[in-house]
Structure formats: structure tokens, C-alpha cells
């Protein structure tokens, strides 16, 4: 019904002079920032018209590629001041506005986020994967009176979550071996990185899409262990952080100019300077002489696996805020070679290990 008091004649079209009445009639009922954005796109387009679509997504928060092409090929009227430049802003609403500068490189979807932001549901999903990893975490170092390289512990590995090859039968073991960490300076890193970059993230994306890079990390970390690196058990939920971190630096450094957030050289440095020596902490874990002969120590593929997934997936999901992944053809390709990346390893943990004949380990 709505469509054609607007569009009388049936066209997918809106004329410009009929949405700029309508923008005047109902106005003052719209955020500040929206209307900016809608007298932006009555602006932009030079036919005189406006895709109807593109008025329904806007109304209904979900904007495609179109309008967004429409607003910055307009003439960037997005004429008032800048979203810093606002003051006696509450606490939360500051807070809001930091999350904003901090994740998304474009003024047009910091303003669109911090209008549309509710704070329902809260970032429940890195949360609820923080408090569950620490929880776990502490329960392993009181059984095994150990917290510092907890992975030196004899019994480390008899354990029902953490990854063995020679346990691949466990699938849960895909997916579980993040809720073990090799010792306090493992899982400090991973929980820093997943509340200062993992919550951000999902108050701005949504829990669907940041807990989907993080599970796909989290999968292709333990499958390039299987496929790489055959012999070695995995823990630490390194895969899914790795994934997030990467896709969120390789984003920043994509739009470097559009990032507004403070001293961003020196917390990227400070943050890639951290997982370097992480991963080299893991390289050295796994090379070191194993407290479980013939078993070795924790794999470091899982971290390889997370950073790929970042970068493809990742970066993909975080580039189009607000915007329909299908739209998207480099979506489909990089989601396409995921899935044929796990199918490979799904044949691969079936039927490569017998065929090779390996010596694993034998089980903890």
C-alpha cells in the first residue's frame, strides 16, 4: 500500500520534489544525522528520482550498495558538522560515538550507527566466549596446580575439549580446543584483544556476523592443524581472535585516511607487536621438547588458519556495514573457497592419515 501513494505510476521511482515534501512533513519525527542522509540522497541524484527501494531500506536500517554509491557520487552535501564536534553528549552516548571512530572508517556510517544503536542486545557473544575461556582456564589450573605454561603439565592433555589427532573422531574436539589455553600468557592475550577489538566490533557488526568470523577462524585453525601439521594437538582460541584482529588491522589500513581514531600507527604497532611475539611464543612451544612424549606440544597453525580467514571473510564483513553481503561477488568467492577449504580437510582427516601411514601419538 505504501508504495503507491508515493509512486503513482508504478515506476520503482520516487520524484525528488515528492520526497523532499515528505521529508519536510515528517522531518522532525527522524534522528538528525538520518535526515542529513536522506536530504544527502535527494541531493545526489541527478535524474530527479529516487529508487523506492533504496527509501524502504533507509527506513528500515538496511541500506544497499546503490544508496550508498548515490550519497558519495552526490555532492557530499553531509553539510553539517562532524559527529567529535558535538558537545553535552551523556556517557553512553560518548561511548557510543568512540565505538563509531573507532571501528568505521566512513563519517556517513558513524553518524548512521550512532543513530541507530540501541545497545539491545548488548555484545553478548565475545562476552559470554571470554567468561567461558577464563572459567575453564582456572578450573585446569586448580586441577593441575598449574597457570604459567600450563601446557608442560603432564596431564594437560587428558582432557575432553582440547584438539588430538589421534581423537578426530571427537568432532566437538573441532571446536571445543578454544576453551584451553597453553598458560596464562596465551589467554591473556586472546581475552585483551577480544575486549578491546572482539566487543567493539560486535556493538557495531552485530553478534551474527562477528561470531561468524570468529567460528570460521576458529574451524580453520583447527583444520590447518589437521592438514598441516598432522602429528600436534591444538589449543586457544587464537584462531577466532586472530581472525577478528587481522580482518579489523587490514580494514583500518584499507581506509587508513577515513580512520579517525586517536594514536592509530601506535596502537597498531602495539597490537601487531603482541601477536608476532604470541606467535613466536607458540612456535617456540611447539618446537620445544614435549613434557609427553611422543606427543608434541600445541600446534601454531591454528593462528595461520584464523589470520587467512581475517583476511578474506573478515575484511568482506567489516567493509560492508549495514550492507547485504549477497550483494557482494568477492562475498560469494571468499565464501565459496571456505567451503571447499573444508571439505578438503573433512576428506583429508577421513582418509590422508591412514594413507600416509603416520605414527601418531598414541591417545592422552
Known amino acids: 500500500?505504501?508504495?503507491?501513494?508515493?509512486?503513482?505510476?508504478?515506476?520503482?521511482?520516487?520524484?525528488t520534489e515528492k520526497f523532499r515534501s515528505l521529508l519536510q512533513r515528517h522531518g522532525s519525527e527522524l534522528d538528525p544525522h538520518k535526515l542529513e542522509v536522506l536530504l544527502a540522497l535527494a541531493d545526489s541524484n541527478s535524474e530527479g528520482r529516487i529508487c523506492y527501494q533504496d527509501f524502504v531500506n533507509l527506513m528500515s536500517n538496511k541500506r544497499s550498495n546503490s544508496f550508498r554509491q548515490a550519497i558519495?557520487?552526490?555532492n557530499r552535501r553531509l553539510c553539517s558538522k562532524a559527529l567529535l564536534e558535538e558537545t553535552g553528549l551523556s556517557l553512553s552516548q560518548r561511548l557510543i560515538r568512540h565505538v563509531a571512530y573507532e571501528t568505521l572508517p566512513r563519517e556517513i556510517d558513524r553518524k548512521w550507527y550512532y543513530d541507530s544503536y540501541t545497545c539491545c542486545p548488548p555484545p553478548w557473544f565475545m562476552i559470554t566466549i571470554t567468561i567461558v575461556e577464563v572459567a575453564f582456564f582456572l578450573y585446569n589450573g586448580v586441577v593441575l596446580d598449574r597457570f604459567v605454561l600450563q601446557v608442560t603439565h603432564p596431564l594437560y592433555l587428558k582432557n575432553a575439549l582440547l584438539y588430538h589427532p589421534q581423537l578426530r573422531a571427537q568432532a566437538w574436539r573441532y571446536l571445543t580446543y578454544i576453551f584451553m589455553h597453553a598458560g596464562i600468557e596465551h589467554l591473556g592475550l586472546n581475552v585483551v584483544l577480544q575486549l578491546l577489538v572482539g566487543v567493539p566490533l560486535e556493538m557495531v557488526h552485530g553478534a551474527a556476523r562477528i561470531?561468524?568470523?570468529?567460528?570460521?577462524?576458529?574451524?580453520?585453525?583447527?583444520?590447518?592443524?589437521?592438514?598441516?601439521?598432522?602429528?600436534?594437538?591444538?589449543?586457544g582460541s587464537s584462531g577466532g581472535v586472530y581472525a577478528l584482529v587481522s580482518?579489523?588491522?587490514?580494514?583500518?589500513?584499507?581506509?587508513?585516511?577515513?580512520m579517525k581514531c586517536?594514536?592509530?600507527?601506535?596502537?597498531?604497532?602495539?597490537?601487531?607487536i603482541c601477536?608476532?611475539?604470541?606467535?613466536?611464543?607458540?612456535?617456540?612451544?611447539?618446537?620445544?621438547?614435549?613434557?609427553?612424549?611422543?606427543?608434541?606440544?600445541?600446534?601454531?597453525?591454528?593462528?595461520?588458519?584464523?589470520v587467512m580467514v581475517?583476511?578474506?571473510?573478515?575484511?568482506?564483513?567489516?567493509?560492508?556495514?549495514?550492507q547485504r553481503l549477497q550483494d557482494q561477488t568477492l562475498w560469494w568467492i571468499f565464501l565459496s573457497i571456505y567451503l571447499i577449504f573444508v571439505v578438503f580437510a573433512i576428506f583429508w582427516n577421513i582418509f590422508a592419515y591412514s594413507l600416509l601411514d603416520l605414527k601418531l601419538p598414541p591417545p592422552p
Open 1 to 15: 500500500g505504501g508504495q503507491s501513494c508515493f509512486d503513482p505510476d508504478n515506476t520503482g521511482y520516487i520524484s
Open 72 to 74: 558519495l557520487q552526490g
Open 211 to 235: 561470531s561468524f568470523v570468529y567460528v570460521a577462524g576458529v574451524v580453520a585453525g583447527s583444520l590447518a592443524v589437521s592438514v598441516a601439521d598432522m602429528t600436534a594437538p591444538v589449543v
Open 247 to 258: 580482518a579489523h588491522l587490514a580494514n583500518i589500513v584499507m581506509n587508513w585516511s577515513g
Open 262 to 272: 586517536q594514536f592509530k600507527l601506535l596502537r597498531m604497532a602495539v597490537a601487531l
Open 275 to 306: 601477536m608476532s611475539f604470541e606467535f613466536g611464543r607458540a612456535v617456540w612451544l611447539r618446537f620445544h621438547p614435549s613434557a609427553y612424549p611422543p606427543c608434541p606440544h600445541p600446534s601454531f597453525m591454528a593462528h595461520l588458519g584464523g
Open 310 to 322: 581475517g583476511i578474506t571473510l573478515g575484511v568482506i564483513i567489516l567493509r560492508n556495514y549495514e
